[in-house]
């Protein structure tokens, strides 16, 4: 008789960390993250390239910018101008990695969309450098975010 495991047991059995997700009134998932020891909520956006913070909150994660020619594009805006913030810490949960690159814009545009759903704001989104850096397995049913 072969006896199931729960993914849960199972991720943990490999050195998973287990992170809670919340869903939004816009049916995303949000969660906390630290950038730089500093707490912020984020959107989870397996479809954004990169883990971006808004432009406005530079000084609140200790970011050093500089240019950047990257266009950001998504959630109805295009052509957006972008600055690079390099070697930065992140911990989500208990997860945390060092020399993180995070691209810096304007984010006006998604807050007013959540706000807009009666969602909260966020400080930016973590995107799927990050996902596949941790080796993510995201588990839908339960909420929940695993990284390595």
């Known amino acids: 008789m072969k006896i199931m495991t729960s993914l849960k047991k199972f991720l943990r059995e490999k050195g998973y960390t287990r992170i809670k997700l919340i869903r939004t009134k816009t049916n995303h998932f949000e ?3 630290r950038i730089n020891g500093v707490d912020g909520t984020f959107i989870l956006d397996t479809g954004a390239s990169s883990t971006c913070i808004g432009i406005d909150c530079v000084e609140k994660f200790q970011l050093i910018s500089e240019a950047s020619d990257i266009k950001a594009a998504g959630a ?3 052509d957006m101008q972008t600055e690079i913030s390099r070697k930065n810490s992140i911990s989500i949960g208990d997860w945390t990695q060092k020399k993180i690159k995070i691209v810096l814009f304007d984010l006006a545009h998604v807050n007013q969309a959540l706000i807009n759903h009666d969602a909260k704001p966020v400080n930016g989104i973590i995107g799927a450098d ?8 995201i588990d839908y049913e339960k909420k929940a975010l695993y990284l390595k």
Do not use: E
């Not at 990050?130 to 397995?137: F, H, M, S, T, Y």
């Open 76 to 78: 109805g805006a295009s």
């Open 31 to 33: 969660m906390d993250a």
């Open 130 to 137: 990050i996902l596949k850096r941790g080796k993510a397995v």
